[in-house]
């Protein structure tokens, strides 16, 4: 049975350009979560969505991140424009709702931003 | 508010010995706790929980148990292997939540 996926594994852009990451959530699942890990700050929740439905977006840092979620098995997560310190590894994960409080997550996506 | 707090890295122990990691939780109602690990190179993968006082979670040789009265739920092996080196984070839900609060990691080496 297939995890979650996520593509690019690795992006390395200029600063001010756009970048999309996208995720493919395991089949079934009812939630999915974008995470941002920097060592400065750690593991930081940017956004979750229900049901496609974005629950809350409190930790998307500003207005050049959005996400959407058009359909259960695909999510993506934009940056417009990108700027240095948006370099990071962006982690999707998914859970269903039998089993709210256990996620899996993806491999993630390592950002550079130069 | 709820929030995890774990203590900092990196830990560095020989192989086959004795590990503890501490982790400590402020939380409404009654959480559920978690211990998750990130290999290198990888994302997260649940490693342990617990979902009530008293619980011990354990799996690979780990445990932890859910401590009420001191708000802590410790992870513990009694002998380290080199392929335990990895990241653990501590982690809770409130209630059940949607979302889970997660610490700040601690990061392991173990050396051969």
């Known amino acids: 049975d297939a995890g979650v996926i996520q593509s690019p594994r690795h992006e390395v852009t200029e600063m001010g350009q756009e970048v999309t990451l996208r995720c493919k959530p395991i089949?079934?699942?009812?939630?999915l979560f974008w995470y941002r890990q920097t060592m400065m700050r750690g593991l930081e929740l940017l956004i979750y969505?229900?049901?496609?439905?974005?629950?809350?977006d409190s930790g998307m840092p500003e207005d050049r991140f959005s996400a959407k979620m058009p359909n259960a098995s695909f999510s993506t997560l934009k940056i417009q424009p990108s700027e240095p310190r948006d370099s990071a590894v962006y982690f999707c994960?998914?859970?269903?709702?039998?089993?709210?409080?256990?996620?899996?997550f993806g491999p993630g996506t390592r950002l550079t931003v130069l | 508010g709820n929030s995890v707090t774990q203590m900092e890295g990196p830990v560095t122990l020989s192989e086959e010995a004795f590990l503890t990691i501490n982790c400590t939780y402020t939380?409404?109602?009654?959480?559920?706790l978690f211990w998750y690990v990130q290999y290198p190179g990888e994302g997260l993968q649940l490693l342990l929980k617990?979902?009530?006082?008293?619980d011990k979670g354990s799996n690979k040789g780990f445990e932890a148990t859910y401590r009420k009265e001191t708000t802590s739920f410790h992870l513990e092996k009694g002998s380290v292997q080199v392929s335990d080196s990895a990241v653990y984070f501590c982690?809770?839900?409130?209630?059940?939540?949607?979302?889970?609060?997660f610490g700040k990691g601690t990061r392991l080496h173990i050396l051969p």
């Open positions: 994960a998914s859970s269903s709702r039998a089993r709210p409080d256990t996620q899996y």
């Open positions: 969505f229900n049901n496609n439905v974005p629950i809350d």
């Open positions: 617990a979902t009530k006082a008293d």
């Open positions: 939380a409404t109602g009654y959480p559920s």
């Open positions: 089949s079934g699942h009812d939630y």
């Open positions: 982690a809770l839900t409130p209630n059940r939540d949607d979302k889970i609060i």
